[in-house]
């Protein structure tokens, strides 16, 4: 697991564009974090990161936005889904067949349809002790591919390239 912190939705959002540089098609990010968290934030970094220069609004209430970019970008908020046989009549797990990069927000809510291999963000917040609010960002890869990936943009973070 890595851990970083940042400081502002500005820094969340450099923090995803830098990270969505080591991505490769058919990743799927699985993130988490409570409401107000910085999931939509975070998720419009990894869009910049992907060359994406659409607008990056959370898919709530449409459950999913499909973006257009050098890889395709697939962004999901499957907070209001009922349960799995909900995804599955609306084709969630398709998309993870796609050769895009596949981001779900609450993917507790699908958890037995996510690949077994994904990159887990939680996202947290905590306090200073002047009362501003950070965040604190923890990244996880399940797979070989993808834990590879993760060393390397944990390298990378670490040296501050």
């Given at each position: 697991?890595?851990?970083i912190?940042?400081?502002?939705p ?46 990056i ?20 908020d ?16 398709e ?21 077994a ?9 905590g ?29 990378n973070?670490?040296a501050?390239?």
């Amino acid at each position: 697991m890595f851990t970083i912190q940042t400081y502002s939705p500005q820094e969340t959002i450099a923090l995803a564009k830098r990270f969505a540089a080591y991505l490769n098609p058919g990743t799927i990010i699985a993130l988490s974090g409570e409401l107000g968290a910085g999931k939509t934030v975070f998720a419009k970094g990894v869009a910049i990161g992907l060359g994406i220069n659409e607008h990056i609004t959370s898919p709530t209430f449409t459950i999913i936005n499909e973006y257009d970019g050098e890889i395709p970008f697939y962004h999901m908020d499957t907070y209001r889904l009922s349960d799995e046989s909900e995804a599955l009549d609306i084709g969630v797990d398709e998309y993870f067949n796609y050769s895009g990069i596949v981001l779900v927000e609450w993917p507790e809510q699908i958890e037995t349809l996510l690949p077994a291999e994904c990159i887990r963000v939680n996202i947290k917040k905590g306090w200073q002790d002047d009362g501003r609010e950070y965040r604190i960002i923890e990244f996880t890869a399940k797979g070989h591919k993808l834990e590879k990936l993760m060393g390397e943009f944990v390298e990378n973070e670490i040296a501050g390239n």
